[in-house]
């Protein structure tokens, strides 16, 4: 391919081998900014270039059951936006009503001591080269006013705390003609005194009584969107985890996934007389064979305890031992 004189000589120059424009395939316009960022204050050759607007926050905050299953919110927020009685330029009658400002000499910029001094904008114009002759009264001279406004927001089924939308366009407005910022809408989700999340499954706590977990029977569950009827087996230990599946969070293709019921068995903080005499009775009656566990654990304790009673006659018949031969 280098044998190509025309192309050989391309090479040499630009280094590369594709179309004979040199700058073809190159934003002209970013090299432009690109050399008056790097050249134009200190060469006296600076534009008046437009500001963009800052971008702006608003946290959000929702029902845990809104972030599952979707919404729909309306927000509402002062904003600044142009001046409408002055268009934005802080001055009586608009842009005929704006002079060249004399400590710039309309220029937007002043240039800085010393040798490679470069240019900074003008702290009296803000860069514009211009103020008003006389300041408009609705923003007293500062092109901009407070206005409520109001966006409506979607939440996506399955939202997580944290998450951020995007609105282009809707932040502070430019200044001398930049785009304006954005706004961002960050989702908080309220916690949940009984759901939480994990991953893409929706668990809850449900406290069940003594009674209710040694006898079993119905029970109502609470979902995101009602209640739910499940059977709890007889014995259900604490702990225990049904599913109950599709009553969970909305999946994208339509369908929704599964809930974890998890069983905790709550103990009463207080009984009164004839509560205690029932309890106490019920210890009594209770057969440890139903309770396999504790029947465990009570096996686990006794063998224990039997080790540390032979161990301590070992440690006595020891100690006898050594005081007979220190007597002989």
Do not use: W
């Given at each position: 391919?280098?044998?190509?004189?025309?192309k050989r000589?391309?090479?040499?120059?630009?280094g590369?081998?594709g179309d004979a424009?040199?700058?073809?395939?190159?934003n002209?316009?970013?090299?432009?900014d690109f050399?008056?960022?790097?050249?134009?204050?200190?060469?006296?050759?600076?534009?008046k270039?437009?500001?963009a607007?800052?971008?702006?926050?608003y946290?959000?905050e929702?029902e845990?059951?809104?972030?599952?299953?979707?919404?729909?919110?309306?927000?509402?927020f002062?904003?600044?936006?142009?001046?409408?009685?002055?268009?934005?330029?802080?001055a009586?009658?608009?842009?005929?009503?704006?002079?060249?400002?004399?400590?710039c000499?309309?220029?937007g910029?002043?240039k800085?001591?010393?040798?490679?001094?470069g240019r900074?904008?003008?702290?009296v114009?803000?860069?514009?080269?211009?103020?008003?002759?006389?300041?408009c009264k609705?923003?007293?001279?500062?092109?901009?006013?407070?206005?409520?406004?109001e966006?409506?927001?979607?939440?996506?089924?399955g939202?997580?705390s944290?998450?951020?939308?995007?609105?282009?366009?809707?932040?502070?407005?430019?200044r001398r003609?930049?785009?304006?910022?954005?706004?961002?809408?960050?989702?908080?989700?309220?916690?949940h005194?009984?759901f939480?999340?994990e991953?893409?499954?929706?668990?809850?706590?449900?406290p069940?009584t003594?009674?209710?977990?040694?006898?079993?029977?119905e029970?109502?569950v609470?979902?995101?969107?009602?209640?739910?009827?499940?059977?709890l087996?007889?014995?259900t230990?604490?702990?225990?985890?049904f599913?109950?599946?599709g009553?969970?969070?909305?999946?994208?293709g339509?369908?929704?996934?599964?809930?974890h019921?998890?069983?905790?068995?709550?103990i009463?903080e207080?009984?009164?007389?004839e509560a205690?005499?029932?309890?106490?009775?019920?210890?009594?009656?209770?057969?440890?064979?139903?309770m396999?566990?504790?029947r465990?654990?009570?096996r686990?304790?006794e063998a224990r305890?039997?080790?540390?009673?032979?161990?301590e006659?070992?440690?006595?018949?020891?100690?006898?031992?050594?005081?007979?031969?220190?007597?002989?």
């Amino acid at each position: 391919m280098l044998a190509d004189v025309d192309k050989r000589a391309q090479f040499d120059r630009f280094g590369f081998m594709g179309d004979a424009n040199p700058f073809s395939g190159a934003n002209v316009a970013s090299a432009t900014d690109f050399f008056d960022a790097m050249f134009g204050d200190l060469l006296g050759l600076g534009r008046k270039r437009g500001a963009a607007g800052r971008d702006l926050r608003y946290t959000l905050e929702i029902e845990f059951e809104e972030a599952m299953l979707g919404s729909k919110k309306t927000i509402a927020f002062e904003r600044a936006e142009d001046c409408s009685a002055c268009r934005g330029t802080g001055a009586e009658g608009g842009a005929a009503g704006l002079a060249p400002c004399g400590h710039c000499h309309g220029e937007g910029k002043l240039k800085q001591k010393g040798l490679l001094g470069g240019r900074k904008d003008c702290l009296v114009c803000g860069g514009t080269g211009e103020v008003p002759r006389v300041r408009c009264k609705t923003c007293e001279g500062a092109g901009l006013v407070d206005r409520r406004r109001e966006f409506d927001v979607s939440i996506p089924p399955g939202t997580a705390s944290g998450s951020t939308q995007r609105l282009a366009g809707e932040g502070s407005p430019g200044r001398r003609g930049g785009p304006a910022g954005d706004l961002h809408v960050v989702v908080r989700v309220k916690a949940h005194p009984f759901f939480t999340r994990e991953g893409d499954v929706l668990s809850i706590e449900m406290p069940l009584t003594v009674s209710e977990a040694a006898l079993g029977g119905e029970i109502d569950v609470p979902v995101l969107d009602g209640t739910v009827r499940m059977k709890l087996p007889p014995g259900t230990q604490s702990g225990s985890v049904f599913r109950l599946r599709g009553k969970g969070i909305p999946r994208p293709g339509g369908a929704r996934g599964d809930i974890h019921v998890r069983t905790v068995i709550e103990i009463p903080e207080a009984v009164g007389a004839e509560a205690r005499e029932l309890l106490s009775r019920l210890a009594t009656t209770l057969d440890e064979a139903a309770m396999p566990r504790r029947r465990a654990l009570r096996r686990l304790v006794e063998a224990r305890l039997a080790a540390a009673e032979i161990r301590e006659a070992a440690e006595d018949a020891a100690r006898a031992t050594a005081a007979r031969g220190s007597r002989g």
